[in-house]
């Protein structure tokens, strides 16, 4: 009897520390795609599809993948271009913008900074999946971009979607500002939940308590 209570006292000891050895990942840093690709070329200018929408070109200021927070970050930058050069293209409306973050990520919220031409994003959705072939994927939306077009700098449209575990992300475009061939857009960013779990020694914890609250009752039955 001496031996089960002071096994279920160490246990309770134990489970009481699991919260003191629980670490949370900081919530809210900008996470970058390993690597961007379009379903299609913007016909005006192919290599759009790999220039500038994730190389903070045109951006006023320049974020730290992992470190700098994405809500103070996105509140205050704008975005401004001269020409194609800075801005990422795909085919006209139905087209998509994909994005491989190279291992499974959480990710609640995305930034677009939108260009000033009658090829500006309007309306898409957001589309994730743990498989590059999108066999297996959540939708979200549909969004609406605010910022539509105007004078440069253009400050950045944000939105916020349930996080959930993926590695492969599309914006698929719905419509543009009225272009017939091609949808392009500055810069996009990629908030982190921060929902991440860092591992913790809570379990070895418990089980070592357990043990010794064994260990101290067999002396006490001696």
């Not at 930034?111 to 957001?126: E, M």
């Not at 979200?140 to 910022?147: D, N, P």
């Amino acid at each position: 009897m001496i031996k089960i209570k002071g096994l279920t006292t160490s246990l309770i000891i134990a489970a009481s520390m699991t919260g003191v050895f629980s670490m949370e990942a900081a919530a809210g840093p900008i996470i970058t795609p390993v690597s961007f690709s379009v379903s299609s070329p913007d016909p005006a200018n192919s290599t759009l599809a790999t220039n500038n929408i994730l190389d903070q070109s045109g951006l006023s200021a320049n974020y730290v993948a992992g470190v700098t927070d994405f809500d103070s970050f996105v509140a205050t930058t704008t975005a401004s271009f001269a020409g194609q050069a800075e801005l990422g293209g795909a085919g006209a409306p139905s087209s998509y913008f994909e994005f491989d973050f190279g291992a499974t990520v959480d990710i609640d919220g995305l930034a677009v900074w939108n260009q000033n031409g009658s090829a500006s994003l309007d309306t898409f959705t957001v589309e994730t999946s743990l498989l590059s072939d999108f066999s297996v994927s959540q939708v979200f939306g549909t969004f609406t971009m605010a910022i539509f077009g105007g004078a440069n700098p253009i400050a950045a449209d944000v939105f916020s979607f349930n996080s959930n575990d993926f590695r492969y992300l599309r914006i698929n475009n719905l419509t543009n500002a009225g272009f017939s061939s091609a949808t392009r857009i500055n810069e996009v960013a990629f908030r982190s939940s921060g929902i991440n779990t860092v591992p913790e020694p809570a379990p070895l914890a418990l089980l070592g308590l357990g043990l010794l609250g064994l260990g101290l009752a067999r002396k006490r039955r001696h």
